[in-house]
């Protein structure tokens, strides 16, 4: 038999649940590296982007040439891409953590 009362319970444990993902996303912070360490982007865990940092020889290295710049750009893309990996993977991981115990489908 259908209790109401129980699902509000549920409701009120799943937002609280959420809360507490979303603090623990916040204060997580995930490190993303390209070139061997010329760039380095740091993110929280809601994958928003918290610094980057260029390495002073990636940067004196570059000349006039477009094809340098083109290589930085293309590493400070990658320390993102990293990050937001790391990121999405820390997420996965919480989440299963905390909601693998209620046996959702989809949820292990």
Known sequence: MFNPLKMQEMLSQASHMQEEVQKKLASTIIEGTS?????????????????????PAAVTSLSSNQADVEMLEDLIVAAINDAGRKAEEALQGQLKGMLGGLNLPGIS
């Open 35 to 55: 070139g061997g360490g010329a760039v380095t982007a740091t993110m929280n865990g809601k994958k928003q982007l918290l610094k980057l940092k260029i390495e």
